[in-house]
């Protein structure tokens, strides 16, 4: 998409057909985008991805099926260099906070003026996302809240949960290195990012924590 010299590719999913043909239309006048095909629904979506392969796509959340949230994701596997733009009528936090983790890249309302959708496109082609003004200050307004404390193994790799299940029960680098087929200096690595993770001084607090969180048996 460097350079924009051929037209942005543009997929609507959206499964009312006179938000489609609206949307067709409208930007169907703007310079340098060009609708690609319509879906009415996420599966027709990812299907005509995989068949036209659009730079944006403009998803809308609600659809019987799979919504919204859920095609996002699936279309971001398969291609993560697509952005993809949610145009709903939903604010809601259920909805909105979930399509932004799968990897939603701009977030728009339906009430949006045309051009502040073409614009959104091109910005989105530019590599820069678009957040409505209400949808952006709900995002500051979660980050501003203090966060919950979360348990500190909740940060721990699976390997290292495996290395601190075994340290807990009074295996030494070696023993644990023989049991997980691994070599004694990756245990030694691997002890170091479990007491830094856990805040811990050293492996005797490492395993009460792994015993009080039921971590060990």
């Given at each position: 998409m460097k350079g924009l010299e051929t037209p942005i590719k543009v997929l609507l999913v959206d499964d009312h057909e006179m938000v489609r043909i609206g949307l067709a239309a409208v930007l169907g006048t703007e310079d340098g985008?060009?609708?690609?095909g319509e879906a009415s629904n996420g599966i027709e979506g990812i299907r005509l991805a995989q068949e036209y392969r659009p730079h944006v796509v403009l998803m809308d959340l609600?659809?019987?099926g799979m919504d919204g949230i859920e095609t996002?994701?699936?279309l971001l596997e398969l291609y993560p260099e697509c952005k993809v733009i949610v145009l709903t009528s939903f604010l809601d936090d259920e909805k909105m906070y979930p399509v932004i983790e799968a990897g939603a890249f701009s977030y728009l309302l339906k009430t949006s003026r045309a051009t502040e959708i073409a614009e959104a496109i091109r910005a989105a082609a530019?590599?820069?996302s678009v957040l409505e003004s209400q949808v952006a200050s709900k995002?500051?307004?979660r980050l501003r809240q203090p966060k919950q404390h979360a348990a500190?193994?909740?940060d721990l790799t699976e390997r290292e949960m495996d290395v601190l299940r075994l340290l807990a029960e009074g295996k030494s680098n070696q023993d644990i290195a023989d049991a997980l087929f691994i070599g004694i200096k990756t245990v030694?690595?691997?002890v170091t990012n479990i007491l830094a993770?856990?805040?811990v001084d050293d492996r005797t607090q490492a395993a009460i924590y792994a015993y009080k969180n039921g971590l060990a048996e």
């Open positions: 985008i060009e609708v690609v609600v659809m019987e996002t994701r699936k530019r590599g820069q995002m500051m307004n500190a193994h909740e030694k690595f691997h993770k856990l805040g």
